[in-house]
């Protein structure tokens, strides 16, 4: 698969849980993060170009923030092989400047 990231993903150092906000769930657990996407490992499989509202809750509060909204999208989806999990990655399409600038803090503080 040929790599169109613009930006580089960063691995965390912190286990971070992401929420559906539409259905109310777990989606799944971040792998790595960028300013414009992100991969997640998840229990089921994800519908590839859907649409996602997610919750993200920090690790510690970053500018008086304890979890980050975003909307992204569902750019691919594979299951892991010998696990009963998905890998997913998505776009981030929707997020405000402030987020943003969480996202950032967040990336300078835990990327490992």
Not at 7 to 32: A, S, Y
Not at 39 to 51: Q, V
Not at 60 to 82: F, P
Request: hydrophobic share 40%; with cysteine.
């Amino acid at each position: 698969m040929e790599q169109r990231r613009s930006r580089d993903r960063k691995h965390l150092n912190q286990t971070i849980d992401l929420f559906d906000m539409i259905n109310q769930r777990k989606l799944g657990e971040l792998v790595n993060l960028s300013l414009g996407g992100m991969m997640i490992m998840c229990e089921n499989e994800l519908e590839i170009n859907s649409i996602f509202q997610l919750s993200m809750n920090l690790p510690s509060a970053i500018n008086g923030n304890t979890e980050l909204h975003i909307g992204v999208d569902c750019l691919w989806c594979r299951h892991v092989d010998n696990f009963h999990r998905f890998w997913a990655g998505f776009q981030i399409i929707d997020a405000s400047d402030e987020t943003l600038e969480c996202i950032r803090q967040l990336l300078d503080t835990y990327a490992i």
